[in-house]
């Protein structure tokens, strides 16, 4: 998003206290509202002021405009953050994935009917590699989007 259209900043010839009430509105969240204004700023501050005097800035300085424009920022932010999480957890169980195929047939490989070393049946190890092997390659293929 460029400079432009980041409304939610201060606006040209924006008065000091215009812009301070501004930011406790914008940043009130999908509540807010003058009235939350009015009250935390006193909170903050100390000062009274009137609700009337809240209305004319945010008419004047397009609050609801900002603060809408800022809400979207924020849910861009976030969506762009999650897409990235969730892609990297993508390659990261993937890349498990691939590991739980290999040691699957790694094992299958290895079984051995004369094998005396395992409680299991050869028979039994086949099986268990194979369905680890089945279920390495589905968490594989979800992983990387494809059809299972």
């Known amino acids: 998003m460029s400079e432009d259209n980041q409304i939610w900043k201060r606006a040209e010839y924006e008065r ?33 002021l009137s ?4 209305e004319t800035y945010s008419s004047k300085y397009s609050w609801v405009k900002r603060a809408s424009a800022y ?3 924020l849910d861009e932010k976030r969506m762009e953050e ?3 999480a ?3 957890m993508n390659k990261r169980q993937a890349e498990d994935a691939i ?7 790694q094992d299958l490989k ?8 395992f409680k299991a049946s050869p028979e039994g190890r086949r099986t268990a590699a194979a369905r680890t092997w089945e279920i390495g390659v589905r968490n594989e293929r979800l992983a990387r ?3 299972t």
């Open 110 to 117: 290895e079984v051995d009917y004369s094998s005396e070393e």
């Open 51 to 54: 609700l009337k005097q809240i």
């Open 82 to 84: 999650n897409w990235k």
């Open 99 to 105: 590991t739980v195929q290999t040691k699957a047939l």
């Open 16 to 48: 000091d206290k215009a812009f301070v009430l501004f930011t406790i509105y914008r940043d009130l969240g999908p509540t807010r509202s003058l009235e939350k204004v009015r009250v935390k700023y006193r909170e903050d501050e100390g000062e009274k």
């Open 71 to 73: 809400d979207d920022f």
């Open 145 to 147: 989007g494809a059809a």
């Open 86 to 88: 969730i892609e990297e």
